[in-house]
């Protein structure tokens, strides 16, 4: 059978914290004095391990972005986002590096329809010592109609979306400059709230590697379509280019704004 298939813990599912819906619940990830099985901080950016352990088998950890549950990659300061790219980044490569783990899955989850469960914002690392990287993702999906390009990094919108609608790339060549990923990622998060969609709830980032290279997914979340859900159906949008067009002209075009300093 040509999938992943993972076993998921429903018990341990459900005892996990939930204060998305729930917005006056408690927050694990403000309560830095209880938080346990730290592996590295970077001052209020914290990596350690997940203490709900939902895919069995495999080993999870979480990197929590900073203090407030309030503010979010688009508020952050150029500096900051910079610092939480490279902390993500180091820990990745550390897992991959360690020849423990054929797999290590890097993704963030913002919102109610983007599959997580815990407000503050954060990302995750997922470690599989079994799983088939080829199923993961398709090339074409990380490439697309050209937005900016700097310092060996690529803006790009999928013209081969792996869902649908307003996909975001940013290529990171080897040898390109981390800080520039980082921006371009905080670039492409900040154009999805404010300018694709106002009030855009959700959206995913998703990380993957192939050839040295690696690649981000920016993808802004919606209730899934059923033509994908179903059948498995990929829709083309035909804004694709006019997305292209307004990201040059707000973010690198002769008028643009600084947003972020």
């Known amino acids: 059978m ?5 076993k998921f813990n429903t018990d341990v599912g459900k005892t996990k914290p939930e204060n998305i819906v729930n917005t006056s619940d408690y927050c694990p990830f403000c309560d830095v004095e209880n938080l346990t099985n730290i592996i590295d901080t970077d001052g209020d950016i914290i990596f350690l391990k997940n203490k709900y352990i939902v895919i069995e088998g495999a080993d999870q950890f979480v990197l929590i972005e900073g203090k407030s549950c309030d503010v979010d990659m688009p508020n952050y300061t150029r ?16 897992l991959l590096g360690s020849e423990k783990y054929d797999e290590v899955l890097f993704f963030k989850n913002f919102g109610p329809m983007s599959g997580g469960t815990i407000k503050h914002p954060h990302m995750q690392l997922v470690a599989f010592p079994k799983l088939n990287s080829d199923l993961l993702f398709k090339s074409e999906e990380l490439h697309g109609i050209f937005v900016a390009a700097k310092d060996g990094v690529e803006l790009n919108v999928s013209n081969f979306p792996r869902v649908g609608f307003g996909e975001l790339n940013v290529i990171f060549e080897r040898g390109g400059n981390v800080d520039t990923f980082a921006d371009f990622l905080q670039t492409g998060v900040h154009y999805l709230k404010n300018f694709f969609r106002k009030n855009l709830s959700s959206y995913n980032i998703f990380f993957y590697h192939r050839d040295e290279n690696i690649f981000a997914k920016i993808m802004p979340r919606f209730a ?7 059948y498995n159906i990929h829709f083309l949008p035909n804004n694709i280019e006019r997305i292209a067009e307004e990201v040059k002209r707000i973010y690198f075009g002769d008028e643009r704004k600084n947003f972020f300093d």
């Open 79 to 94: 500096e900051h986002m910079r610092r939480v790219i490279k902390m993500g980044l180091k820990h990745w490569r550390k």
């Open 2 to 6: 040509d999938i992943n298939l993972i």
């Open 224 to 230: 899934t379509s059923p033509y994908f859900v179903g």
